[in-house]
């Protein structure tokens, strides 16, 4: 079911479908086009020739001949010139019409390049904007697994803006933790001498000169603090579930998590999910930083401000941005390990 973004050739993909980035004569081409006619062999093109051509925007199948894949979808992305002739449009219907009909055909693998932004000249990073979007949506309501194959990272990158403040963000908590050492030991000398009037409101916190805020809230909620502290990551997830009114799916669909994974979660309290899944949960429930500790340190693991995957994750959750996808993106951008499944 989940959303995977990778690094490869597309004709090396062992999926039931690699979607082609076709023209409209569905003769053959460059590119990846060419890629994929070499690879599947003639017979590919004998049955591309009785298929009448295609649209753009639109989708056609054949069989994968030589190919790993069993299918080949043959859409025809739109010729990019400015932005404001239809190309967005037309380019999401090329992803919605390939997930169409590699659902018709029962494919529970679909890979696809990014359409148009070769040779048709659509920008990178919103071609994987666009792609993302659309097969994001379709994730929420279908269960397959779905690639999109970068070929070249080196002319990859996503949106300027993104870039540079998740740059900038990484540079900032990087100097925080040099500095995070003598914070501590404030916060701690604050806490002892608190420590005698242990019930302190919030509204005393005011007049403290340094205090550990974030220490003296807990102490609010402790007794739900305690409640709480045997509960397994299985638990806790099942109970955020309950709490934020969602369906099992609907949280597990928005982690890009796959729905057997969920169920191995859901039956064995005990259950120890690696880092990236306990994050995507914690991402798809909408967790704040201090409930996305909390989640985390029920798997054993925890928020670091030494490494780059953690406060790229940081960023977002600060941010209020909770789309997966996007997440994603910025990780790949990173070279960080994706998140969900
Ligand atoms: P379009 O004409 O739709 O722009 P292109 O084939 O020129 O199609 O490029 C589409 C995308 O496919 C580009 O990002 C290009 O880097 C990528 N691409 C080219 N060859 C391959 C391949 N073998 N596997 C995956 N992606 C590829």
Redesign the pocket.
Known sequence: MPLKIVR??????KVDAIVN???ESLLG????????HR?AGDKLLAECRTLGGCKTGKAKITGGYHLPAKYVIHT??P??RDGTHGERTLLESCYRESLALAKKHRCESV?F??????????P?DQ?LKVAIDVIGDFLLENEMTVYI????KA??KIGEKLFTDIAEYIDDKYVDELTDDSYKRISINALTSMAPHKKQKKSDIDSFEICDCKAIFYEDDLDTKLRQIDESFSQMLLRKIDEKGMTDAECYKKANIDRKLFSKIRSDVNYKPSKQTALAFAISLELSLDETEDMLRKAGFALSHSNKFDIIIEYFISKGNYNIFEINEALFAFDQSLLGA
Do not use: E, H, Q
């Open positions: 490869n050739d597309i004709t090396k993909m980035a076709a023209n081409g460059g590119g990846v086009d060419g890629a994929i690879a025809v992305g010729v990019y890979a390049p990014l359409i148009s932004s070769g040779v048709y000249g659509y990178k071609a194959v970068i070929f070249d002319a990859y």
